[in-house]
């Protein structure tokens, strides 16, 4: 399918309500009182120690709801998180999920919320093998950070602990039934995590725009958000406290994770998740130490889309050909990679040798999880082995 080609027929779908704006968090409380009585908190520990758990609890408290918290999750996921979650969910009855943190914390939720109606082990429902047929328990997303969109999407990424595999699990019922997106709660968010999560937005934003499964509602939200992102993502970077820059991030991860919920991810993300898995590199990071190399080697398949991204944020002129401004475009986010002091994976810590040793069985990984047949350009196993050695030490400033 060339780049020009798109499904005649596009599905969109998004949580039933998406509370957004500085103050939104305080929605909370009538929120949840519509919806049940006795909630169950998935955050972390550092939402703990900045306090935003406390916020929550008092506007739970203030509408005269019951609720216990579990603050276990960490930096990714896992399949452990979900089942100590759920163990929590069962044992106090509660019959609703609220979730406040970042994307590791509402995915862990997500998967809480399908499972307290289904049985098994929620790897058994990645793929098409098993489908959620029973409507989950409402679950109520709250991010704070402005990057994976999970609030809006479909998508959650656990890790197989004892296989070493992140497993991506795409379906609808993994959409939240509210999502409140208050800008308010990303200003605790440090440079490293705006950077990471902002590139990871982005990463969604393009991804989904050059997707095979694209169409013209995503096409929209992708345009947007990266232009949003581009335009906003080192003011955040550099002054935390810049309410503007924050508001403008935080609705376009969500226009991005609405964009790629519905059009799918490609190949940076069928990549990432091996290093995550494997050498434990967040999400978000793991994207941007790939999305130049993997933008690079694609773009011969979709010179218009890249092309029509570079114009949206005037890269070019008039005279420029579709083949120097998909360039540009390119360049222009690597530069951005660079000026956000995104590493690459030698710089991360990964040492080569055992990097070297795991790039077939990442290669495997990557293919099984299905997006990298979304690309533009499907690449073979080799070629994806030939992308992980060129993205191990790119100079982003150089690209």
């Known amino acids: 399918m060339s780049s020009a080609q798109v499904s005649s027929i596009g599905e969109f779908r998004v949580p039933s309500v998406v509370y957004s704006g500085i103050g939104s968090l305080e929605k909370l409380g009538s929120v949840v009182s519509n919806l049940g009585s006795r909630v169950l908190v998935v955050t972390d520990k550092i939402m703990m120690d900045l306090g935003h758990v406390e916020r929550v609890s008092t506007l739970l408290k203030q509408s005269g ?16 998180h979900v089942e100590e979650a759920l163990s929590e969910f069962i044992q106090h009855h509660c019959d609703l999920v609220v979730s406040i943190g970042g994307g590791s914390c509402i995915d862990a939720a997500k998967a809480v919320a399908v499972m307290a109606v289904h049985e098994g082990y929620i790897g058994q429902y990645m793929g098409s093998n098993r489908l959620f047929d029973k409507t989950p328990i409402p679950l109520i997303a709250i991010p704070t950070t402005a990057g994976t969109g999970s609030e809006v999407t479909s998508v ?6 004892k296989a070493d595999i992140k497993m991506m699990i795409r379906q609808p019922a993994l959409i939240p039934y509210v999502a409140i997106v208050d800008p308010l709660l990303t200003i605790s968010s440090p440079p ?3 950077a990471a999560t902002g590139i990871d937005a982005l990463c969604h934003a ?23 992102i581009v335009n906003h993502i080192e003011r955040a970077y550099v002054n935390g406290e810049d309410l503007v820059a924050r508001e403008a991030m935080s609705i376009a991860a969500m226009e991005a994770g609405m964009a790629f919920t519905n059009a799918s991810v490609c190949l940076v993300h069928g990549m990432s998740r091996p290093i995550g898995a ?14 130049p190399t993997v933008l690079d080697y694609s773009k011969d398949a979709c010179t218009d889309r890249l092309a029509n991204i570079g114009r949206a944020l005037n ?23 660079a000026k956000l002091d995104i590493p690459n994976m030698k710089q991360w810590g990964i040492d080569e ?14 293919i099984a999880s299905g997006s990298p047949a979304n690309n533009p350009k499907v690449p073979s196993h080799e070629e994806i082995v030939q992308l992980y050695k060129s993205a191990y030490a790119m100079d982003f400033s150089f690209q």
């Open 353 to 366: 040798n055992e990097f070297i040793k795991t790039l077939d069985k990442m290669a495997t990984d990557a």
């Open 65 to 80: 709801l019951e609720y216990t918290v579990y603050a276990g999750v960490n930096a990714e996921p896992t399949d452990i």
């Open 206 to 228: 393009i991804e989904a725009y050059i997707s095979k499964r694209r169409h013209p509602l995503t096409d929209t939200l992708a345009m947007s958000a990266i232009q949003k």
């Open 156 to 161: 959650t990424v656990i890790t197989h602990t």
């Open 278 to 291: 494997v050498f434990h590199v967040p999400h978000g990071i793991s994207n941007a130490m790939l999305l």
């Open 315 to 337: 890269l070019g002129d008039e005279s420029s050909s579709d083949e120097d401004v998909a360039n540009s475009t390119v360049q222009h986010v690597s530069q951005l990679c």
């Open 192 to 194: 490293q995590v705006t």
